[in-house]
Protein backbone atom coordinates (compact mmCIF):
# COMPACT_ATOMS: atom_id res chain seq x y z
CA UNK A 1 0.00 0.00 0.00
CA UNK A 2 1.16 3.83 -0.78
CA UNK A 3 2.11 5.74 2.10
CA UNK A 4 2.05 9.60 1.71
CA UNK A 5 3.41 11.59 4.63
CA UNK A 6 2.13 15.23 5.13
CA UNK A 7 4.32 18.00 6.91
CA UNK A 8 2.72 21.34 7.91
CA UNK A 9 4.19 23.98 9.37
CA UNK A 10 5.03 28.05 9.26
CA UNK A 11 8.08 27.24 7.95
CA UNK A 12 9.47 30.53 8.24
CA UNK A 13 12.17 29.87 7.45
CA UNK A 14 12.68 25.93 6.74
CA UNK A 15 15.89 25.23 8.56
CA UNK A 16 18.14 21.57 8.48
CA UNK A 17 15.84 20.17 11.47
CA UNK A 18 12.94 20.15 9.46
CA UNK A 19 14.77 18.42 6.78
CA UNK A 20 16.48 15.91 9.18
CA UNK A 21 13.13 14.90 10.88
CA UNK A 22 11.12 15.09 7.15
CA UNK A 23 14.16 12.27 6.19
CA UNK A 24 13.70 10.51 9.72
CA UNK A 25 9.62 10.33 8.78
CA UNK A 26 9.97 9.21 5.36
CA UNK A 27 12.64 6.54 6.41
CA UNK A 28 11.00 4.95 9.67
CA UNK A 29 7.28 4.66 7.58
CA UNK A 30 8.60 3.68 4.66
CA UNK A 31 7.30 6.37 3.07
CA UNK A 32 6.75 7.13 -0.64
CA UNK A 33 6.44 10.76 -0.27
CA UNK A 34 6.68 13.39 2.36
CA UNK A 35 4.52 16.82 1.51
CA UNK A 36 5.36 19.68 2.69
CA UNK A 37 2.40 22.49 3.19
CA UNK A 38 3.46 25.40 4.50
CA UNK A 39 0.76 27.33 6.47
CA UNK A 40 -1.29 30.10 5.38
CA UNK A 41 -2.98 31.61 8.34
CA UNK A 42 -2.38 29.06 11.34
CA UNK A 43 -5.42 30.25 13.87
CA UNK A 44 -3.43 28.83 16.76
CA UNK A 45 0.05 31.22 16.01
CA UNK A 46 1.11 34.55 15.92
CA UNK A 47 3.56 34.89 13.67
CA UNK A 48 5.96 37.77 13.76
CA UNK A 49 7.80 37.85 10.87
CA UNK A 50 8.57 40.17 7.49
CA UNK A 51 8.15 37.29 5.25
CA UNK A 52 4.70 36.45 3.32
CA UNK A 53 3.12 33.18 2.63
CA UNK A 54 4.58 33.43 -1.13
CA UNK A 55 8.26 33.57 0.32
CA UNK A 56 7.66 30.90 2.54
CA UNK A 57 6.26 28.88 0.05
CA UNK A 58 9.74 29.53 -2.09
CA UNK A 59 12.16 28.71 0.24
CA UNK A 60 9.80 25.34 0.79
CA UNK A 61 10.38 24.61 -2.83
CA UNK A 62 14.18 24.80 -2.61
CA UNK A 63 14.36 22.53 0.18
CA UNK A 64 12.44 20.01 -1.19
CA UNK A 65 15.37 19.65 -4.24
CA UNK A 66 17.56 17.88 -1.69
CA UNK A 67 15.14 14.26 -1.86
CA UNK A 68 13.48 12.84 -4.25
CA UNK A 69 10.85 11.51 -2.05
CA UNK A 70 9.92 15.33 -1.11
CA UNK A 71 7.49 17.74 -2.80
CA UNK A 72 5.33 20.84 -1.39
CA UNK A 73 1.64 21.45 -1.62
CA UNK A 74 0.12 25.43 -1.44
CA UNK A 75 -2.75 24.24 -0.19
CA UNK A 76 -3.06 26.17 2.50
CA UNK A 77 -1.31 28.89 1.35
CA UNK A 78 -3.45 29.75 -0.99
CA UNK A 79 -6.72 29.41 1.25
CA UNK A 80 -8.61 32.38 2.40
CA UNK A 81 -8.73 32.70 6.23
CA UNK A 82 -7.73 30.36 9.17
CA UNK A 83 -6.19 27.24 8.17
CA UNK A 84 -7.16 24.22 10.34
CA UNK A 85 -5.19 20.61 10.01
CA UNK A 86 -8.36 18.87 10.11
CA UNK A 87 -9.65 20.94 7.22
CA UNK A 88 -6.41 19.95 4.95
CA UNK A 89 -6.25 16.28 5.83
CA UNK A 90 -9.82 16.32 4.16
CA UNK A 91 -8.14 17.61 1.23
CA UNK A 92 -5.66 15.35 0.77
CA UNK A 93 -8.18 12.46 1.69
CA UNK A 94 -10.21 13.18 -1.56
CA UNK A 95 -7.13 12.96 -3.66
CA UNK A 96 -5.35 9.86 -2.04
CA UNK A 97 -8.39 7.77 -1.53
CA UNK A 98 -6.70 4.30 -1.43
CA UNK A 99 -3.30 5.81 0.24
CA UNK A 100 -1.81 6.13 3.73
CA UNK A 101 -1.73 8.86 5.35
CA UNK A 102 0.47 10.46 8.05
CA UNK A 103 0.54 13.28 9.58
CA UNK A 104 4.35 14.49 11.24
CA UNK A 105 3.58 16.35 14.45
CA UNK A 106 6.13 17.31 17.60
CA UNK A 107 5.39 16.17 20.67
CA UNK A 108 4.63 20.04 22.03
CA UNK A 109 2.01 20.07 19.56
CA UNK A 110 0.66 16.53 20.39
CA UNK A 111 0.59 17.82 23.87
CA UNK A 112 -1.72 20.55 22.88
CA UNK A 113 -3.63 18.10 20.12
CA UNK A 114 -6.98 18.17 22.60
CA UNK A 115 -7.11 22.26 21.89
CA UNK A 116 -6.48 21.42 18.11
CA UNK A 117 -10.37 22.39 16.08
CA UNK A 118 -12.28 19.04 15.47
CA UNK A 119 -9.04 17.00 16.71
CA UNK A 120 -11.18 13.97 17.74
CA UNK A 121 -12.18 13.30 13.75
CA UNK A 122 -8.40 14.21 12.82
CA UNK A 123 -7.41 11.18 14.87
CA UNK A 124 -9.68 9.31 13.32
CA UNK A 125 -9.10 10.67 9.80
CA UNK A 126 -5.15 9.94 9.38
CA UNK A 127 -2.37 8.62 11.51
CA UNK A 128 0.00 10.53 13.35
CA UNK A 129 3.84 10.39 13.16
CA UNK A 130 5.21 11.50 16.57
CA UNK A 131 8.92 13.66 16.57
CA UNK A 132 9.81 13.26 20.51
CA UNK A 133 11.83 16.91 21.41
CA UNK A 134 14.01 17.88 24.14
CA UNK A 135 12.91 16.84 27.54
CA UNK A 136 8.80 16.67 26.75
CA UNK A 137 7.75 13.23 27.21
CA UNK A 138 4.12 10.87 27.27
CA UNK A 139 4.19 11.44 31.22
CA UNK A 140 2.65 14.84 30.23
CA UNK A 141 0.10 13.20 27.56
CA UNK A 142 -3.38 15.18 28.77
CA UNK A 143 -6.11 12.85 30.33
CA UNK A 144 -8.16 13.09 26.14
CA UNK A 145 -5.03 11.32 24.67
CA UNK A 146 -4.32 9.10 27.25
CA UNK A 147 -6.37 6.18 26.19
CA UNK A 148 -6.26 6.92 22.66
CA UNK A 149 -2.79 6.65 22.27
CA UNK A 150 -1.67 3.11 23.30
CA UNK A 151 -4.33 1.80 20.93
CA UNK A 152 -2.64 4.08 17.80
CA UNK A 153 0.81 2.50 18.27
CA UNK A 154 -0.84 -0.95 19.03
CA UNK A 155 -3.02 -0.66 16.11
CA UNK A 156 0.19 0.79 13.78
CA UNK A 157 1.36 -3.04 14.91
CA UNK A 158 -1.31 -5.55 14.83
CA UNK A 159 -3.20 -3.23 11.30
CA UNK A 160 -0.14 -1.62 9.26
CA UNK A 161 -2.07 -1.72 5.98
CA UNK A 162 -5.19 -0.12 5.75
CA UNK A 163 -6.13 3.96 4.63
CA UNK A 164 -8.17 4.57 7.14
CA UNK A 165 -6.13 6.58 10.40
CA UNK A 166 -5.93 5.70 14.33
CA UNK A 167 -2.45 4.53 14.01
CA UNK A 168 0.29 5.92 15.75
CA UNK A 169 3.67 5.93 15.67
CA UNK A 170 6.78 6.92 18.17
CA UNK A 171 9.45 8.76 15.56
CA UNK A 172 12.95 7.05 16.90
CA UNK A 173 15.11 9.84 15.33
CA UNK A 174 17.11 12.16 17.65
CA UNK A 175 16.16 15.47 18.36
CA UNK A 176 17.89 18.09 16.25
CA UNK A 177 17.75 21.55 18.26
CA UNK A 178 17.20 24.38 15.43
CA UNK A 179 14.36 26.92 15.66
CA UNK A 180 12.90 28.84 13.17
CA UNK A 181 12.31 31.73 15.92
CA UNK A 182 16.01 31.67 16.74
CA UNK A 183 17.10 31.57 13.45
CA UNK A 184 15.06 34.76 12.70
CA UNK A 185 16.32 36.62 15.80
CA UNK A 186 20.26 36.13 15.22
CA UNK A 187 19.79 36.38 10.87
CA UNK A 188 20.77 39.79 11.51
CA UNK A 189 23.75 38.35 13.56
CA UNK A 190 25.33 36.41 10.46
CA UNK A 191 24.32 33.17 12.46
CA UNK A 192 23.39 31.21 9.09
CA UNK A 193 24.72 27.46 9.37
CA UNK A 194 21.36 26.22 10.04
CA UNK A 195 19.65 26.38 6.80
CA UNK A 196 20.42 25.15 3.59
CA UNK A 197 22.50 27.25 1.42
CA UNK A 198 19.65 27.99 -1.30
CA UNK A 199 17.53 29.30 1.49
CA UNK A 200 20.04 31.72 3.34
CA UNK A 201 20.68 32.99 -0.31
CA UNK A 202 16.50 33.62 -0.78
CA UNK A 203 16.91 35.38 2.73
CA UNK A 204 19.51 37.51 2.16
CA UNK A 205 17.99 38.40 -1.51
CA UNK A 206 14.64 38.86 0.11
CA UNK A 207 15.86 41.25 2.71
CA UNK A 208 14.24 39.06 5.36
CA UNK A 209 14.67 39.12 9.04
CA UNK A 210 16.19 41.77 9.34
CA UNK A 211 14.22 44.18 11.12
Avoid at 19 to 36: C, G, P, S, T, Y
Avoid at 74 to 93: A, E, H, M, N, Q
Avoid at 136 to 141: A, F, K, N, R, S
Wanted: with cysteine; glycine share 6%; hydrophobic share 40%.
Amino acid sequence: MKRVGLFGGTFDPPHNGHIHIAQAFADELKLDNVIFIPAGDPYHKLRQSNSTAEQRLYMVEQVIAMDKRFSVSDCDVRRKGPTYTIDTVSLFRQVFTQTQLWWLLGMDSLLQLPKWYRYQALLQSVNLAIAQRGEQGLTELPNDLQGWLPEALAKNLTTPDGADGGRAKLLQASFLPVSSHEIRAEWSKGKHDDVPAAVAQYIDQENLYRA
